[in-house]
């Protein structure tokens, strides 16, 4: 539950900056307070301005648990997604610079030139996800729509003054919390999708971080047209509209008859612990709803109770070829047109959105880190090798991989030395290099009062802030040092961004 | 194309077999009609021509009249090539290669002889396919499963097979990688009770235990998963299909045993049941294989053919991969590299034979040996032209897992002469024929698998 701030000043405002988007500040205790972030002082306070009070006000850094910058909107987006994937999960954006045995140097447009040590470098991507980059986020809550079996077309608004997250009205479906940079399923029910409508390409990576508590059932809509049966008439189906939206909520957990009426003509995907099934889902001209099991190939999923995993599915929607990865792992591949009767027509997907609904009793479920790219089309199925003792380039082209050890770059060109000889490739050739394992430091755990700037449209970076005003911050990484980071391309300050997900289900977050 | 060296094959054989033992083809006609004999041509139109013990002149039957044959099986010894060439067309043919240039590649075969083949007709080589390292073959003596062992009193051993009279129990070790193959023939009197442990710690005494067995019972056959923690035992997979179902009062059982994937894979009598998938949180890590007999004294049971191999689907996997672009050649290793560029050639060398490939990213050609090498794909332009589509034809198999297919073929005691689209006349020995399939006119599909 969301509680507001008491103090005097506060009940007077109403609207703040109508035009331009306000910050919203929220405190580990559940409080929040839109405004402007003015930076952080030398005490270890952040200054906070609203139109209501006559100065700056401060605040205790520990007690903070975010700052969302502009709405989520920033400045200045940074123009390039080259990057680099630290140990300890910062994902600093940039062009590589150089590269050795001890260091790799990025010039980045947010921080100017970071010296950054290799063991900390899991994974240099100069052309991440083999294609463009369409979204990344979610850091703003309006770009999404919640839906639910009864409220197909979107859920109603929440009324004034009521609590916005209380979830467990008997006779109200549940409703996703958007919090920081994350979609949070808190709620003891199921059957609430979160939709981003008009945001996958026909030839998508869609990729997230998946964190859940208790036994995991959910389910992803992909390549939907959130067509929707016909409302019927009163009495048409033996109920009036109240009777029907109360059935709507009675549906059984992983009921997989609810996903047409969520996601329409569409690929869905059920990701349960120990099994996964995809759907192709579809609503007939006359509102028939159907759903049909799409023949797998591949091995099923081992996720316990209570985890976290990176989601990726690669679909093309046109070709009816739909790869799912794990962790970086080749998972499942489903071919529609397999077995010989290649019917496209026939073909689930048939739109552009994607969604997330959780199909089962008190399971709480984090979707967050959500990517949308273009895809080239290939498998990658160079995605599954180990590397623990080799570097991995991996090529653009999707197919192509290199193991051995990355020596150097120079002369824009970067080196690698492999069993069958010295390799030497343009960075426009290189999609990603992973670093062995074995050469990488151990992750730590995050100091308790570790800031992680969260960058838009990717990246992020984290340490110890030291000062700052509206537009920088310095900050000391443990990584790379003192840093002076430009807020332009910032949309998040996270203050209490653990490592561990767990933290992210206090009933209070 | 010039297939060089069959008469040598064939007359290997004739020297070393003598004449082809009498074999008896099965024609299958349509619904559940069938004929035996012995094939002697099928003609350009399409006309089966068939000696028959049943008429006095060969029977003819009209196109269209027969879905498929079966040649009888030939008898094991032929040593099998380690490489399948993929055709342009997708047809596939065991091969040993020899040399590859810019225009030819050159390959022999035990049932075609050395075949030239246009680099144009070419679309993949997938090298090792029949190569599974053995593990461990026996049983070799009733000492090896049986030492140290309480339970073993009832064991007996003769021709390379243990046979229990009662109650017994019998346990080897042997140092598996994470994947394998663990195969080996179960054999019964009256009714089966067999008990089969594998990826066992074999620790002496002790109730909580992480292992994997099959059951296999008058009810059915499971495998499941004991477990030192809870739940004990959870189920991997379940089948019904009881000892009715083998009449022999035999089976053939095959565990591909994917512990890293946490899968279970299991084939009876050479085909595939089913897959599962084990429940638990890791997997077991032991090398232990115990064999437990449960039927009564007088009811006797055997254990045959028992079988360890490295599980290795490296080759299948990467055959699998998405093509590419199909301008440039691409080469996979056993490492999972995977290159693009140009394949200059295939000769042969003292270490073994080497392939030289021009890749994109180096100034130097590679240098790689057959053993490092999984997969090649070859590249196709347009100049290449359309792949050659025969109407109204046949799929011919091959064991070692080869498929061609023909138009018209006569058939002698000893070859096969068929043509083939993209090679062209070609004489293949009867007895690498294992088949023959109906294509629909016009329908480039089987009509019966």
Known sequence: MIRYLTIPWMLAASVLMADEPSDLLRFTNGDQLHGTFQGISERQQLMWQRDDVAAPVDFKLEQIRHVVLREGRPVKPLADISHVALVNGDRIPGKILELDDQTITMDTA??????????????????????????????????????????????PDVEEGAESDENDEPDQPGRWTFSGSGWYWKSKSYGTAIIRENALPDRAILRFDLAWRNRLSVAIGFHSDLAHPPEKEDGEDGGDKPVRNRRALGFVPGDSAILPKLFGNSYVLQIFSMQMILYRTSVADDGTPTVERVQINGSGPRLGDTGKVTVEIRSNRTA???????????????????????????????????????????SPVKISDIMVAEWNGMPDSARSMETEDQDIALLTNGTDRFSGKVESFRDGKIQLSGKYGQFVFGLDDVAEIRFARNSLAKETEAPADNLVVQLSPLGQISGRPVSGDAKSIRMVSPVCGSIDTSLESAVMLDFHGSNNFIDDWDAEF | MRNSNLPLYAGLLVLTAGAPASRADEL???????????????????????????SPEPVLLKPDAVRKISFEAPADGVKLPEGLVEFANGDLLAARVVNLDGKTLKVGNPDTGDLEIPRTALKSIQFGVHRQKAIYSGPVSLEEWTKDVEGAKNWRFSKDRLTANGPAVAIHKVDVPERFVFKFTLKWKTSPSFTVYFADPLTPNSEKVDRYFLQFSPSGIEVKRESSGTPKIQNVILLTRGPDEFPSNQVDVELRVDRKASKIHLYLNGEPEASGVDPAEDTPEGSGFVFVSSSPTGSTQEISDIRILDFDDTRARHHSEERGDPKVDSVISRDDDRWSGHLAGIHPHNDGTVLTFMSDFQEEPLELLESDVSTIFFSRSADDGETPVEQDSWILKLRGGGSLHVGACTFSEVTVSASHPLLGAMEIRREGVIGMVRLKPGNDQEDDK
């Open chain 1, 110 to 155: 947010f921080a100017g030139v970071l010296r950054i040590p290799r063991d900390q470098v899991a994974m240099f991507a100069p052309n991440p996800l083999g294609g463009r980059l369409r979204y990344h986020g979610p850091f703003i809550e309006d770009e999404w729509k919640m839906a639910h079996a009864a409220f197909p077309e979107g859920m």
């Open chain 1, 320 to 362: 009816g070829v739909i790869s799912l990865f794990m962790n970086g792992d080749f998972v499942a591949q489903w071919d529609e047109s397999a077995g010989g009767d290649y019917d496209p027509s026939r073909f689930g997907g048939k739109g552009n959105s994607f969604g997330f609904v959780v199909q089962t009793e008190s």
């Open chain 2, 28 to 54: 299958s006609l349509a619904g559940d009609a069938r004929l035996t004999g012995k094939i002697r041509s099928i003609n350009p139109d399409g006309v089966v021509e068939l000696e028959s013990k049943l």
